[in-house]
């Protein structure tokens, strides 16, 4: 059995398999990442690249960050799921949607990213190390 981490799209038509073990696990509190979780923030697992395969067809989207980086969005074609992400200011690493896993128990967040931009309904785990930004900005 592998342990690789798998998933991708609610439909399967946009997957991933990831030979590696995650660098970064968190959840990000970032505006772009409340408003596209619909909700305080978006959970994630982070890759080098170079382990990661991703198969089918995703539609692309490309939004500034606050360093000024592109973050390049990918969600499926079919189903609108979003899957993963890819940085330009951080070419080496891939993010999967921690809820795109397809067993997402084998996420364990580290952290909490963008902890200035927090809504006060929004409660997190007290106990996770908090970042204003990036760690990396």
């Known amino acids: 059995m592998s342990n690789n981490y798998t998933g991708g799209c609610r439909c399967g038509a946009l997957h991933y398999e990831i030979a590696a073990e995650p660098m970064f696990m968190n959840h990000c509190q970032c505006l772009d990442c409340q408003q596209l979780s619909g909700t305080g923030h978006g959970s994630y697992l982070t890759f080098l690249s170079e382990h990661a395969v991703q198969t089918g067809q995703a539609l692309r989207r490309e939004l500034p960050t606050d360093s ?3 973050k390049h969005h990918a969600s499926c074609v079919d189903c609108g799921s979003p899957v993963s992400l890819t940085f330009s200011g951080m070419p080496a690493l891939f993010t999967v949607h921690a ?5 997402p128990s084998r996420f364990h967040p580290h952290a909490i990213t963008y902890a200035k931009r927090a809504q006060p309904w929004d409660q997190l785990d007290a106990a996770l190390q908090r970042f204003e930004t990036s760690p990396n900005a």
């Open 68 to 70: 000024g980086n592109m």
């Open 99 to 103: 809820a795109s896993l397809d067993d």
